[in-house]
């Protein structure tokens, strides 16, 4: 039995090596040039990629794709008017502009069928600036080793060799080609979002570069979380095209006429809306813009994010300020109010100093800057429900803080039940949970600066 096993893997070894003998002597010449001889032959020698400002791809899977390039970037003609993908689009001319000759293989070949360019798999043909012809390369089949493919060009009989990795680049379907973006916007410009799933309404409004939660309730809304949302519909991608054209009365049938989610984003008096429905087969989620008939596939993901609450978009720092900026604390608990001032130094060159007022000496620094930092890395964990206790009736701690030299101006209350810290800001609703731990250590650095 080893003896056959060692026979089998000798045998293997051997076929690999006749077919790479095979490929590297395949109706080469008497008398070969040497590698140091050889010299790389562009298959279109001066072609230039900006030039090409049209398109013809015939794919391995039957689809016959042209495109054209306007002042405003490649666009689909044919077989439908569509935007396409930029970079499919430049990725061909470039590949055209920079393909390299691997290696000829017959200046005069008698057959093409050998080669599988009787009938190639895939055929490019495009245009540069001031061509009144298209030019055209074929694609057959690969090299017995797989490392390239055989080609031509239709203005030449030779049959030659380019990298196998370019049948990447060229066998590319309609889709392929197409530009996948869901609703196209400005993001920068959006200042309204309305999400409706699950029977439940969100809004976000943006007013002055900040984002403030409308409804279900009104609060300040985290602007990570919001510019977040903004950019996952944005970037969202299309899977598949299910159909270009389905009529109102059809939409049923993919969960659409009675979405699962709706966002609509608004730019001013333009609006753009998603409406996403129900799964497909493979698991992902029937979609269309509001504007099109075409009913296509997306992530599921997406839904996922469009479900989300009121707290994933609220704010959870409880301070805004930041150490580096404020110029006052004060601190209430247990009847006793302790304040600090940041006292600017005397020269550009002498360092802030922070004085509890009412004291002739400066507050140890490192102590002050550690409660600066943690009072300024403050974040909710959770929000409470209006209803819930908190402890906020009877406060056990209150920061007032100043800063943007004075100009601004913040204050959080913390109340506590059993074990459960929370902190509420003027006009926020609910209370914001927070660590025990954390604030814990807040009041440990206070009462060694109380000292």
């Not at 970037?73 to 396409?84: L, Q, Y």
């Not at 889709?175 to 799933?197: G, M, S």
């Not at 075409?294 to 805004?320: C, N, S």
């Not at 409660?371 to 056990?396: C, V």
């Amino acid at each position: 039995m080893r003896g056959l096993k060692t026979t089998i893997a000798l045998v293997v070894v051997l076929g690999g090596l006749l077919a790479y003998i095979y490929y590297v002597t395949w109706k080469q010449p008497e008398g070969g040039a040497s590698a140091s001889d050889t010299k790389v032959e562009k298959v279109f020698p001066a072609l230039q990629a900006d030039k090409i400002d049209e398109i013809h791809v015939h794919s391995e899977s039957g689809d016959s794709t042209v495109l054209k390039k306007d002042k405003e970037g490649w666009k689909i003609t044919e077989p439908v008017a569509a935007a396409a993908q930029e970079s499919e689009a430049s990725g061909i001319a470039n590949a055209l502009a920079q393909l390299d000759v691997a290696r000829v293989i017959d200046e005069n070949p008698a057959s093409l069928v050998e080669y599988g360019l009787g009938a190639p798999r895939v055929e490019i043909q495009f245009k540069a600036e001031g061509d009144k012809e298209l030019k055209k390369l074929f694609v057959g089949q690969k090299t017995p080793t797989g490392a390239n493919l055989f080609a031509k060009k239709n203005d030449q009989k030779r049959v030659f060799t380019i990298p196998s990795f370019q049948d990447q680049t060229f066998n590319r379907s309609t889709f392929d080609l197409r530009d996948k973006t869901v609703v196209k916007l400005d993001r920068d410009k959006v200042d309204h979002v309305e999400i409706n799933a699950d029977n439940k309404t969100l809004e976000l409004a943006k007013a002055g570069g900040d984002w403030k939660l409308v409804k279900p309730l009104q609060a300040t809304a985290d602007l990570g979380a919001a510019e977040g949302l903004i950019g996952k519909v944005q970037s969202a991608q299309m899977k598949s095209i299910v159909a270009e054209n389905v009529a109102p009365a059809d939409l049923k049938k993919y969960g659409l006429d009675k979405p699962a989610a709706t966002v609509t984003l608004s730019l001013g008096s333009a609006k753009a809306s998603l409406l996403l429905g129900s799964k497909s087969a493979d698991g992902s989620v029937y979609a269309k813009d509001a504007s099109s008939p075409m009913v296509i596939t997306v992530d599921p993901a997406l839904v996922a994010d469009l479900k989300k609450g009121a707290d994933d978009y609220r704010k959870r720092d409880l301070f805004a300020f930041r150490a580096y900026d404020t110029t006052h604390l004060e601190l209430a608990r247990g009847g006793q109010t302790i304040a600090f001032d940041k006292i600017k130094g005397a020269k550009p060159e002498d360092e802030d100093k922070w004085r509890r007022a009412g004291a002739s000496a400066d507050a140890d620094k490192e102590k002050m800057s550690v409660l600066l930092a943690k009072l300024e890395s403050l974040r909710a964990m959770s929000f409470a429900d209006p209803a819930a206790k908190t402890g906020l009736d009877m406060p056990i701690l209150t920061v007032t803080a100043k800063y943007d030299e004075g100009k601004k101006e913040e204050r959080v209350t913390f109340g506590k039940t059993g074990s459960d810290v929370y902190a509420s800001r003027p006009g926020e609703p609910g209370a914001a949970k927070i660590n025990p731990t954390e604030y814990d250590e807040i009041i440990k650095k206070l009462d060694e600066l109380a000292k």
